[in-house]
Structure formats: structure tokens, C-alpha cells
């Protein structure tokens, strides 16, 4: 394929992937990679330098504020003080993925999720916060390309998150799928999502309210269990004449299953119903009907979680691990950096690693990485660590119950694979008000690390 | 190790502290002196070593209104001596437990991984003398947000956990003929700055502007955290 077509093929199917993206690409300034090294911007406003000030030691860029990138920029001079750091995100307001759901029945408020500045995170890490969106890469020259300017690099971090894939849950047709993405929101990427999903559980009078969990590692494993619980609880507390069904792709609940099972039959018999091996197959936006292989069902209001892939910026980019079902990068598996190219990494959900896709993933990952790079900056190599991945989910609200899982993971040297979890992972799956509020200094916990405040 | 002898291994650091308006809340190196400060119970009696209960930790603010810390009698003597460091590369050495078993033990009660630390809503962070699910053990402190654990009688060395760097330590001194227990520093990390800093608005709004960083003189109430704080939670 040459460059051309390469590029034809891209902006096919960006259409898509776009109105998707978490930490997208404006406009259509990108030419596909033709070969590791050489996505470049094509257009845009990419011609001038950002102004900034002159690097006062290695330039180190992070694109993406959510919990990968945000932790990279806050440990990376306490690693290594010489580091000129710069993190560089579309949105100008943060607002929490993670403990969103909880939003929804009033265990937090909005200010839980949302006060926290991208201000307060450089002034308390010694950064430079950028409010620009990405147009374009050249990794031969360390220059990354954005609609306010370019800006070199020593050291470059791609940390978008995931996109959604549509496709994978046969919603195809464009107007459908928007439909589907503005109506019924996943919820497993950007605040509006949420402010969206916050609504309807407030303006849920009754009827049936399906919750659907797709297929391959996809974000928040637990949440939308999680979610399906809470609105349960919702029914139950104000008493609505309503239902909650859970539609899974999966065989069998995907974490914490017993715990969530016990939720199930003690808490919402008769209010949820959890069907597995129930794959989404298609879905009406308009008539409000999910289809899977064998049924389908009409409800009144849903939240559905298609697939997911890398965010769409890492394909645009050209970074695409051939081998990956859910178009992630191509990275070393224990030092993140892209195959050949020891100046760019790749982190948090758009690694292309079993890892549990969650915020103390990210958050445990992201310190490791900082370490790396500052290693990497001095010349020198560190042995890999595992991520860990510490993860509540709260079963009943009324009060506040959760289930606890703390995983690491463990590195295949042979296959130069990650193979899954630790032989020590250990789970709490009787769920209890002590891990209810402990729930909430984690999350608190992680702001505070990223965030410095 | 007593007390002079403490001093002397960490003197070098000790010197370089306090030059400067900003460094009252800030001491560089691993050990700085602060105000001896006696501690008592709620009524205002003085604490005494060999009464203090072994159940669970007290909660006392040392050596800010603002910095919660743990005064805790471990079952067994905890001997002086072992190496620690913190992340800046500082090696410090534990100067061991007080009272005439060598069982009392003070530090900073605030997880220096993510800065959970007791509060009156609830506490993360908690000293267990049974058995620990998240450690496997008995007798350690450990912070349920996630999951680090601290050896008390060790220093406050790291155990598990993600967490980076030991509890910073609260130096004790008994008074052999009262039996009476005297803060009189901190060693290890310097996490009050940085703990100010996240929790400037929070202990304004609790304590009144600017008070969380009055230093605490005479004597410092130290209550067991269940009654400090209405749910302190093991894990």
C-alpha cells in the first residue's frame, strides 16, 4: 500500500473513529504511516512552534491528562528533576471517569469527580500544561504536530485512552450509530457521558433498563456490573416499577463474580436479570431494540458499552500493533517505548496489554513509566515492575457496599509476553461498608497523586 | 541506640534544617526536634507506657494542630537499629521503641503513598495487632485505600503495597521515673508540606484558617482512633 492509498484508507474509516475519540485529531491533517518512523502531519496549523518556553533540559511531551498521563507528568522530575515537562490534552476540565457511576445515586457529588484543576496538577508538579488538540506526528525529527504549533521532543508519551468500536456490536449504519452513541452512552469515556447517564437515572420512571458489556478487554472490567447494581439499587430504594437486564458477551460475570452474583440473588432478585453469552448484535436507536444472536429486546432506556479499541489517534499515527484485535500499540510489552523507536511511548488503555484497563492500572503503570523515562533520559536501563491493579466496585449503595480485587501481573521472558494475573492476586467478594468508604479514599488517593492537591 | 545516640547519626542532616521562613514546615535531611511535647489522655492525664492499651493505635497531632500521628504498644519490644531510606535517597536507622519494654512506638499517620490519613468521617489507615487479610500477618499498619502495609516495629518499613517510602517517625523520649511518654521530633520522610499542600482547604474549613499549622507545645491529647475517628478500618 502506498502512502496515498494508505492515507485513503484512513480517512474512510476516520469518520467513525473520530466522533469517537477521547483525545482525538482535528480535521483530517494526517497521513497514515507508511513505516514506523515516518507519521507526519499532512496540513492543519502545524506550521509554527508552540510558545513555550526553551526546554531547560530533556523535553519530555505527554499527551493525554487522564490518569496515565497525568501521573507520568507528575512523577517524571521527581524521577528526574533535569526533565522539561509538557502535557498536552484537548479538554480544558478534568472530570473522573472512574467512580462516575457512583455520581448517578448520590454516594458522591459532581465536585468529587470534577474539582480538579489541570492548573493546580502543573503549578504542584513543576510542568507545563498545553490545551491544544495533536494533528500530526514525525518521529524522524521529534516533532509533534498541534493545532496551536509544533513542539520537538526528547521524549514523547501518547496517552489517549480508548475509542469506541461501534462496529464490533453491528451498529454500522452512521446515522444509527450516532443514535446510539448521544441516546444510550456507553459511559466508559468522557464526562458529557456521564452528566448524560446522571440524567437518566433520575428521570427513570419504570420499564426496562439494559445495561450491555461487550466482548474483549474492555475498560473498567467491573463497571458496568457495577452500574447495573446501582441503578438496581435505584429501583429498589424509590421504589420504581422497573427492571434492570444485564445483555453480556461474556460466559461468565468478568471479575469479582462472585461477589457480583451475590449482589444479583441477595439484593435485586427479581429487579436484575443477568444474561451471559448475549452478545450485541444490533441495536435500533430509534425503535430503542437491542439485538443478539438469538433474541432481541426492547427496552426504554439503556446504557450500551460497545467494544473498544486504542483511542483512534494512536491508528492515525501509524503506531498500530498489526497483531492487536483492538487496534493497540505496537510496544515493547515491558518498557512501553514503540517497537524501534526508544523516544516514544505509549501508555495507559492503548497499551496493548491483558492489563486490566483501570484507573490504579494506569495510575501504578504511570509511576513505573516515569521511572523508565528518567532511567532511559540518564542512559540507563531498570528492571520491569508489574502494575498493580487494586479495584473496588460497589455491589449496593443503600448503604454504600463494595468488593475489593488487588492483582499484579506476571511476565513471560520466554514468549516476552505479559501472561495474566499473578498467582497472588487475592479478592474480598463479601461486600461491606469498610470497603464502601475505602472506595472513596482510593479514588481520593489518586487524584491527590495526580494532581498534586 | 538512646536518644543521644540517635542524634548523633542523624546530626549531619539536622543541622540543615531550619533556615528560613519557609522552613518551619519543612525539614531537610531525616530528623528534626520540635517542641517536647507531653502526652495525655482525653482528661488531660499523662499518658504512661506501661497502661496504654495494645488493641489499637491513639491518634495525636504532633508536631502541627494539622499532622496526625499514632502512638502505639506494640506486645513485644521493638528493637533500634534497622536501615531505612526514603525516596530521596536519605538512609536513616530506626531508633527503636520507648518505655521499659521497648514497646512503644510513634509515627506520622499519613500513608505515604497517596496521603490517606485519619479522619473523623473514617480511617483508612489503621494499626491491627491481629491478623491482617491484606499482609497476612499480625501486628502492621496498613492503609485499605490500596493496600500498603507498614511494619511498626521496624520503623514503619514498607511491607507491601505500592507505597514508596517508610512512615516518617515520630522520635519518643520516656520519662523512666513517671513512665510518662514525651514527643520531642520527627525522622524519615518530610511529608508535611506536601501533606499542607493537599490538605490546606480541607483543614481550614475543619480547624479555622491557618491554625492546622500552629505547632503543638505542653502537652497533645492522644485518643484511641476508635474513638477518634467514627469508623477506622483493618483490612
Known amino acids: 500500500m502506498d502512502e496515498t492509498n494508505s492515507r485513503r484508507g484512513f480517512l474512510k474509516m476516520g469518520g467513525a473513529a473520530l466522533a469517537a475519540a477521547s483525545t482525538g485529531v482535528a480535521g483530517t491533517a494526517f497521513a497514515a504511516a507508511k513505516g514506523e518512523k515516518h507519521a507526519h502531519a499532512a496540513g492543519g496549523m502545524s506550521g509554527g512552534k508552540l510558545d513555550l518556553p526553551k526546554a531547560k533540559g530533556p523535553r519530555l511531551v505527554i499527551v493525554g491528562a487522564g490518569t496515565s498521563g497525568m501521573t507520568i ?55 507545563i500544561f498545553v490545551n491544544a488538540t495533536v494533528t500530526g506526528l514525525d518521529q524522524a525529527t521529534r516533532t509533534l504536530h498541534t493545532n496551536e504549533g509544533e513542539i520537538g521532543y526528547d521524549f514523547l508519551v501518547l496517552a489517549p485512552g480508548i475509542s469506541y468500536d461501534y462496529a464490533k456490536i453491528g451498529v454500522k449504519d452512521v446515522e444509527n450509530r450516532i443514535g446510539v452513541q448521544q441516546k444510550f452512552p456507553g459511559g466508559f469515556i468522557s464526562p458529557m457521558e456521564h452528566v448524560t447517564l446522571n440524567r437518566k437515572f433520575k428521570e427513570f420512571e419504570g420499564g426496562l433498563f439494559i445495561q450491555t458489556v461487550p466482548s474483549g478487554n474492555y475498560r473498567c472490567l467491573p463497571g458496568p456490573y457495577e452500574r447495573a447494581c446501582l441503578m438496581a439499587g435505584w429501583i429498589k430504594k424509590n421504589k420504581i416499577p422497573g427492571k434492570v437486564l444485564i445483555l453480556d458477551a461474556n460466559p461468565e460475570v468478568t471479575i469479582k463474580a462472585k461477589g457480583f452474583h451475590a449482589a444479583f440473588d441477595e439484593l435485586y432478585k427479581g429487579i ?65 517505548n514503540i517497537k524501534g523507536d526508544p523516544h516514544v511511548y505509549v501508555t495507559g488503555d492503548s497499551r496493548n496489554h491483558p492489563y486490566s484497563k483501570s484507573a490504579n492500572t494506569s495510575n501504578t503503570e504511570g509511576q513505573f513509566v516515569a521511572k523508565v523515562l528518567a532511567a532511559r533520559a540518564q542512559g540507563k536501563e531498570i528492571a520491569w515492575e508489574s502494575p498493580e491493579t487494586v479495584c473496588f466496585s460497589m455491589t449496593n449503595a443503600f448503604p454504600p457496599e463494595a468488593i475489593k480485587v488487588d492483582a499484579k501481573y506476571t511476565y513471560d521472558p520466554k514468549t516476552d509476553a505479559i501472561t495474566g494475573f499473578s498467582p497472588d492476586t487475592k479478592t474480598w467478594e463479601t461486600r461491606d461498608q469498610a470497603m464502601g468508604r475505602a472506595y472513596l479514599e482510593w479514588a481520593q488517593g489518586i487524584y491527590r497523586d495526580m494532581f498534586g492537591a | 541506640m538512646d536518644r543521644r545516640d540517635f542524634i548523633k547519626v542523624c546530626g549531619a542532616s539536622a543541622v540543615a534544617v531550619a533556615a528560613g521562613a519557609q522552613s518551619r514546615l519543612v525539614y531537610s535531611g531525616t530528623a528534626k526536634d520540635f517542641a517536647r511535647v507531653k502526652l495525655v489522655d482525653e482528661t488531660g492525664q499523662p499518658l504512661k507506657a506501661a497502661s496504654l492499651g495494645q488493641k489499637e493505635a491513639y491518634v495525636f497531632n504532633y508536631p502541627y494542630a494539622g499532622i496526625p500521628c499514632f502512638l502505639i504498644s506494640l506486645p513485644d519490644a521493638a528493637p533500634a537499629g534497622a536501615p531505612l531510606k526514603t ?63 507498614y511494619d511498626p516495629a521496624v520503623g514503619g518499613k514498607v511491607l507491601g503495597g505500592k507505597t514508596p517510602q517508610p512512615l516518617p517517625g515520630v522520635r519518643l523520649e520516656h520519662d523512666a521515673a513517671t513512665d510518662e511518654i514525651y514527643a520531642t521530633g520527627l525522622y524519615g520522610a518530610d511529608l508535611i508540606e506536601d501533606f499542607f499542600k493537599k490538605f490546606k482547604a480541607k483543614l481550614n474549613a475543619e480547624l479555622g484558617f491557618g491554625k492546622y499549622k500552629e505547632e503543638v507545645t505542653g502537652s497533645a491529647q492522644a485518643v484511641p482512633l476508635s474513638k477518634y475517628s467514627a469508623s477506622a478500618d483493618s483490612c
Open chain 2, 87 to 149: 525516596t530521596e535517597g536519605e538512609e536513616y536507622s530506626f531508633p527503636g521503641g520507648v518505655g521499659a519494654k521497648k514497646n512503644v512506638v510513634g509515627y506520622m499517620a499519613v500513608c505515604t503513598h497517596q496521603f490517606a490519613y485519619p479522619k473523623k468521617s473514617e480511617s483508612q489507615l489503621s494499626y491491627n495487632p491481629g491478623n491482617s487479610e491484606v499482609a497476612g500477618r499480625t501486628g502492621v499498619i496498613t492503609c485499605c485505600a490500596h493496600n500498603s502495609v
Open chain 1, 272 to 336: 436484575l436479570e443477568w444474561k451471559p453469552t448475549s452478545a450485541v448484535t444490533g441495536v435500533d436507536a430509534e425503535k430503542k431494540i437491542i439485538k443478539t444472536e438469538f433474541d432481541s429486546y426492547k427496552f426504554d432506556d439503556a446504557s450500551i458499552y460497545p467494544n473498544i479499541r486504542g483511542n483512534t489517534l494512536i491508528e492515525q499515527l501509524g503506531l498500530v500493533d498489526p497483531k492487536s484485535l483492538q487496534k493497540e500499540a505496537n510496544i515493547d510489552v515491558r518498557f512501553y
Open chain 1, 73 to 127: 507528568a507528575a512523577h517524571a522530575k521527581k524521577e528526574y528533576p533535569n526533565f522539561d515537562v509538557v502535557l498536552i490534552d484537548k479538554r480544558d476540565m478534568y472530570s473522573s471517569c472512574f467512580n462516575s457511576s457512583l455520581w448517578y445515586v448520590g454516594v458522591i457529588n459532581l465536585e468529587f469527580l470534577a474539582a480538579h484543576s489541570f492548573l493546580d496538577a502543573a503549578v504542584n508538579n513543576n510542568y
